[in-house]
Every structure is written in C-alpha cells, then in structure tokens.
C-alpha cells in the first residue's frame, strides 16, 4: 500500500506529514511511501533524506494522488488556497485522505468528498482514550500553539518579561493572564514562566486548578458553576453564564499586560468572554493573543487571521502557529500520523475495524455517505444507519 505525502498547498503552511525518520516504520508495516518534491524543505527536510530513508520522490502531484492508496494532509484539502479544487478533481473513489480535517470549520466539505466516494478520517476525532494518546495530532499541534503565543507575547509586548535588578533599579515583571487550561493553555503557561512573566490563569473546569499551580501560575476561580463536557472539554453554556464571566474577568484582563486566549468548544462557536470595554481598560501597549480566533474569537474585536488596534491595545488573531516551529511541528505530527497508520494498515492492507473506537470515531465518510453521527448532525443530516458488512471491508 502506497502512503502519498504531500506538499502541502496552503498559505504558509511550512509543516509536512511524514518526517524521514518516520519512512521506516511505514516501510515496516508494508507501507511504501512516495513524497511530492520539496515537500520537507520548508520544515528543514531535505528530498535526498527522504530517499536515504527509502522513500520514493516524485515532482508530478498527478503521480501522487494516482498511485497513493492513501493520501496525508497536515492542513486539510477543504482548507488548501487556491488548490481545492485541483485536490477534489484528483482524487479517486475508494482513497483515503488521513490527517487534521478541520470538521468543526468546514464540515460542508465532507459532502463534497463522500460524492466523491473517498474515505476521509479526521484525526480532531479522536477518542480520549489511553490507546490514541500516540495518535493526538490536535494535542501535539496545541503545544506548539501555546509555545508560540507565549513567545509571541514577549517578542512584541513593549516590555521585558521577567524582573531584573538592573544599575537603573529594579524592573517589574511582565503580567500574563491565560484564558483556559488546555493542553495550548498550559504550555502558554509553563513557557511564559520560563520566559520570566507573572501568570495568572483561568479555566471553567475547577479540576485543572493544580495543574496550573503545579506550573508555577495563581489560579483565578470567579465562583461560577462547573462547565466540564465530556471527554475534559469545557460545555457549552447559558448566555447568562457568558455574561457574569465577562463582568467577573474583566478586572482580570485590565490587570494584564498581555492575555492570552485558548477556550473553545469542539462544534461551537467560541465563547465571548473579552468584550471590547474590557480590552479598552488595559494598559496602552498591553496585547491579547486570540487562540480561539479560527472559531469566532473569545475577544469581541478579535480578526481572525488579522491584528486589530485601539486605545493603545492590539488584538491579534493568529492562525497556524504551528507552522512557526515547522521542524517540531512536522516530527510530532509526523508521529502521531504514523502511529494512526499503522493502526489502520495490517499487513499492508487497510483493516476498517468498526469495533476499534480509534477508526469508527475518526471516520468521517465512507462509501458515498458522511458516516460520522457528529459531522452529520453539523451538517442537519438525519442519522445514518450503521454500516454494512460489505462496506465495512
């Protein structure tokens, strides 16, 4: 079985799927890998190292998608600039595309490639259970995320992060507060500690409290009711909720010298909780870093993809940050892609185990049919039957 990597297509986009250590154990589980030219470079892969490691290179994309069984994508092909297109007319009935789909944002594209009769898995799908932890791309990609908006932080804050005791008198530190205590919360946490800044956080799960604190950070509890859903994420909740965190943060954010923002809810919007008073009560200079800006934005002004400026304050909405580290980004994703291969590929032959919770939660359409009970809810389809035996193979 042939596992096509691509180069990826989208708009500064530096990460790719499989890393040249990672071609052995595809190879060893029977999977032969061929790789587009140029693939690795911008994440600091060379082509010749792919070859060494005993991959197959190839300039012709045509090439690739004909002869792949299984097409990787970091960045999903409902998400690819100027290239959609030109990847749904390559693909062929009964591939596979594998990789971080982006379910939540672009749930329509789904129907687009059930048409085309490709099996499509979603690694944001992903059970939380101990067995798929080697498979958390949406993890290893928020901890680069975190790492990222922390050092954002510093490099464009106006002042310096930690206290020093200086000829000219003592600096104070730089004040952080960190908006939910995620996996990209917490690592906003622990490196802007390591950077030196005094930090706060704040999550609607109360069990997170010690992880925090354990990070060196003071946690900040409001005293509103528990928000944790299923599977650790936080719920979604009542707009009188949202309303009383807003007035209850609001002295937080102004406190701050920069605040950064990670809540989401899978499926939702994300949940206000920075109005534009509030931000126009910090400090001039000060910063809010918007993680959550793909989905809406917890801050009210947020621009997704963009920076917004006024009274002194910027908001900025970053996307991709991940491809800001592209040689760490593509080794863990790289990882976890490989480790969902191999679970699906048994002897060089695709295996559609349906009692496996990895492959049935992950599979989002099969057979001319968006099969995935949450994506066709998204999407206002009624609920499918389950699948066939012979669609099952």
Known sequence: MIVGVLNESFEDERRVGVTPTVVPLLKKARMDVLVEA????AAGFRDAE???????????????????????????LQATVGGEQDHL?????????VGLLHPWSAPEAFRELARKRVTAFALELLPRIARAQSMDALTSMATATGYRAALLGASLL????????????????????VIGAGVAGLEAI??????????????????????VESLGAKFLELGLEQAEGTGGYARAMGEEFYHRQQELMAQAVAESD??????????????????AAAARKMRRGSLIIDLAAETGGNCEVTRPGGTVGGDG????????????????????????????????????????????????????????EVVSPRI??????????PLTEAAKS
């Not at 991959?55 to 994508?73: K, M, P, V, Y």
């Not at 800044?197 to 997170?208: G, I, L, N, Q």
């Open 38 to 41: 140029g693939a690795g470079e």
């Open 50 to 76: 792919y070859e060494q490691a005993g991959a197959r290179l190839t300039s012709d994309r045509g090439q690739l998608f004909s002869e792949a069984a299984i097409i990787l994508h970091v960045r999903s």
């Open 89 to 97: 007319g390559l693909l062929r009935p009964g591939q596979v595309v």
């Open 158 to 177: 106006p002042k310096m992060y930690p206290m020093m005791i200086t000829a000219a008198g003592t600096i104070t530190p730089a004040r952080v507060f």
């Open 190 to 211: 622990s490196s802007s500690r390591r950077l030196g800044a005094v930090v706060r956080a704040y999550d609607v799960r109360p069990a997170v409290k010690e992880q």
């Open 258 to 275: 920069v605040v950064i923002s990670t809540a989401a809810v899978p499926g939702k919007r994300a949940p206000i909780l920075i109005t």
């Open 313 to 368: 304050v910027t908001i900025l909405g970053p996307r991709n940050l991940p491809s800001g580290v592209p040689f760490h980004a593509s080794q863990m994703v790289a990882r976890n892609f490989s480790a969902f291969l191999q679970n699906l590929v048994k002897d060089g032959v695709l295996h559609l185990n349906l009692e496996d919770a990895i492959i049935r939660d992950t599979l989002v359409t099969h057979e001319g």
């Open 376 to 385: 066709r809810e998204l999407l206002g389809l009624p609920a499918a039957p």
